[in-house]
Every structure is written in structure tokens, then in C-alpha cells.
């Protein structure tokens, strides 16, 4: 069954990036000149999603108003005869079929996808984690999606994590089907490292079928006391088949300060309209700091 929607988790307090997330969405966080969760949606739509399901907090309304169809700003670019300005901005509020479902209390990643049960109903679906931005010519999904419909079986993305980072992840107890492709035999959230079944840490991205979300109802909260997915995966594996590929490209965890200024780094010397000047700045202030 074709995937078609996608889940963007956006209810989290952002506590990695305070004191700026006290008033400031993470996710609307500039990259260059685009809000963080703008990469998600692209990333879902150049995938061949058709509907995004935002879940939010009641603080994160800048990222309904983002989306939205600004008639305010459009007829003022109108009147100053910025034509290519006015198109793009059309474009944002028409990217998407979005749909917003408010989590009261951030309980937890298996409680924000439990929330969109009624509005995802019984077909497959993805989750994407908007601090993961992935950097790729074949967006991140897309690369999964191949892997889903390969073995016609949920799928999440993972990459190798050094020890020092083990505690920040869900791991993956993997049997190796293909080069870069696993059957996940077990999971386990953000264990310590001695008691880690690999080194393989889930990053943000999942396909899911819907048997996830009678079990997301039954799962007690975990690790922090949230509600983990990684816990209901470990029992949505009693059921069916789960799989992890180890993706192509590059990603970055934008939700902390040192993981976003890179993103902003690598992605402005990709810019073409900024990327010579940058590197030059970069050149100087290298040099003249050594
Ligand atoms: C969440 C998941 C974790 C996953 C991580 C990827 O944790 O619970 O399994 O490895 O995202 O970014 P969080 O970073 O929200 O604590």
C-alpha cells in the first residue's frame, strides 16, 4: 500500500536549544532563510507524500502561520511588483495538504504519533523528527520508501554512533540482509553503552504500518518517563517484520547549537546565490585566526 502521509512531531519544549526555544519554535529556527521544518516538508513532498500531519503544542501557532496563504503579504509584493518573491511565497503556503493535531502534554515521541491514530486511520504512514535534517540529492525518505517497498515492511533509518553518543539514541539489535539494510531483531531506548546490542542509533525517520498504534495505547512510559516508540517497536517486532537502512548522505541534529550551526555552514556553501562569498569570509577568518 502506497505511503502517502507523513508525520512531523513539533510538540517538544526544545530544551537542547534553550533559552531561544522559551518563545521560538525549534522547528521555525532559521537554516539560511528557511525554518527548519520547511526541510521536512520538502523532504516529504519530494518523496511522493501527499498530506503532512504536523503534530504541535498550543505555544507553536508560528508554525500553522507559516504555512498559511498570507494575502496581507501577497497583496503588498503584489503592489511592489515583486513578481519571483510573490511566486515563492505562494509556494510555501501551497505545498502541502496540511493537516495540525495539538499533543496537550509533550509526553513523549509514542505519544505524539499515537495522537494522529484517527487522522493517519488503517494505512502506512512516516514519522519525521524535523531536528534531523538529512542532506541528499534522493531526499532521506525516498531512500526508505525503496527499502519499504522492497520488503513490504516498516523501515527506520540509522546511522553509526560513536560510544560517547549511544545515550542519545534508540539502538538496533541487527541482522544484516543487504549492504546497508538490517532486519531489526530488538531495540532499545537510549541504553547505556555496555548494554548496547549495536552501534547502530535510530535517526529521525520511520515507516510505519497502523499495527503501531494499538500497541502505542498499551505502551507504558520509558526511558525520562515518556512513551517511547522504540519501546512499541520492540513489540510491533512480535507482529511483523521491521527494518533499518543505513542511508546515504548527510545529517545533521539541528535541534542542538553546534549540530545547527553546521547544518547552516555546509548548506550556505551550497547556496549559490551566497556560496562564493561565504567561503572566502570563511577563507579569511580562518587565516587570520592562525
Ligand atoms: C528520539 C527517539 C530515539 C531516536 C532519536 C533520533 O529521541 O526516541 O530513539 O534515536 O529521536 O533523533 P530524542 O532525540 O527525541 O530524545
Redesign the pocket.
Known sequence: MKVRKAVITAAGWGTRFLPITRSQPKEMLPLIDRPLIQYSVEEAINSGIEQVIMVTSASKRAIEDYFKHSPELENYLAGKGETELLKRMGEISGMADFCYVLQKEPKG?GDAVLMVKAVVGNEPFAVI?P??IIDNGIPALKQMLAIYDKYNAGVVAVERVGDEDIR???IIKPKKVEDNVYQVLSLV?KPEPSEAPSRL????RYILTPAIFDILKVTPPGKNGEV???DALNTFLKQEKLYAVELEGTRYDAGTPLGWLKANVDLALKREDIAQEFREYLKKLLTSSH
Open positions: 515521541l523528527l531536528d534531523d542519545k539514541y534508540g531506548e542509533g535510530i535517526i529521525g517511547q516508540l522504540t
